[in-house]
């Protein structure tokens, strides 16, 4: 599947590198590139104001990269620096991709980051990372292939979500939920023609690793 990889500055651990460097396009958001740079890598284009950038790995890719694939932006401006990188790449005609080093510390960052689905419903966003893969679900049906044994969750993020839910340990039908309800957490995909149907309402699907909470 042809993919774009964008690379924040948030928690960025090595199990990523393969989805960077299987990736068609690989785009830091600013400070991302820090993290490539210390493994080895390089992105094909940077993106934001640059202000999280090691100066030194800012300079060293500057020399290999040129300046037309390093994409400056002011500090004051009305986007995050992954939000730009976003649209460059859905400008850059891909429609799936997935953000590496989106979620950490900085809560608001990561909840913009993993929101950002509903900004561009157009493009398949999902964010990775070292114990989820976050997806937005809209009015729409998601099957799950080759997923067998692992656990799911489906998290409303409207007033009113309903949802139907097949192959899976927990089944659903046309269950009504809405924010806050925790009916859709911690599921176990059963079959390999599982699936998720929304019929009303927005949420995300979390696949996650760790299920100790």
């Known amino acids: 599947m042809k993919y774009a990889a964008i690379v924040g500055n948030g928690l960025f ?3 990523f590198t393969e989805f960077v460097r299987e990736a068609d396009t690989v785009i830091c958001a600013d400070g991302g590139a820090n993290h490539l740079v210390e493994r080895g890598i390089l992105p094909d284009y940077i993106i934001g104001d640059m202000d999280s950038i090691d100066p030194v790995v800012l300079k060293k890719i500057e020399k290999i990269l040129g300046e037309d694939r390093m994409i400056s932006y002011p500090t004051d401006k009305d986007y995050t620096d992954m939000e730009l990188a976003i649209e460059f790449a859905i400008g850059e005609g891909y429609e799936n991709i997935k953000l590496i080093g989106a ?7 990561t909840i913009c980051n993993i ?3 509903f900004k561009y419903e157009n493009a398949n966003i999902e964010i990775i990372d070292k ?9 729409e049906t998601r099957r799950f292939q080759n997923k067998k044994g692992e656990n799911i969750s489906v998290i409303p993020l409207s007033k009113e979500f309903v949802f139907t839910v097949t192959g899976m340990k927990f089944p659903a039908e046309n269950l009504c939920t809405g924010i806050g309800n925790a009916r859709g957490i911690d599921n176990i995909i059963m079959s390999d023609n599982a699936s998720i149907s929304v019929k009303k309402g927005y949420g995300l699907i979390m696949f996650s690793e760790d299920r100790s909470a």
């Open 13 to 15: 651990d090595d199990t």
């Open 103 to 109: 979620t950490g510390e900085r809560l608001d960052h």
């Open 115 to 117: 929101t950002s689905g």
């Open 131 to 139: 114990h989820n893969i976050i997806s937005v679900i809209g009015a």
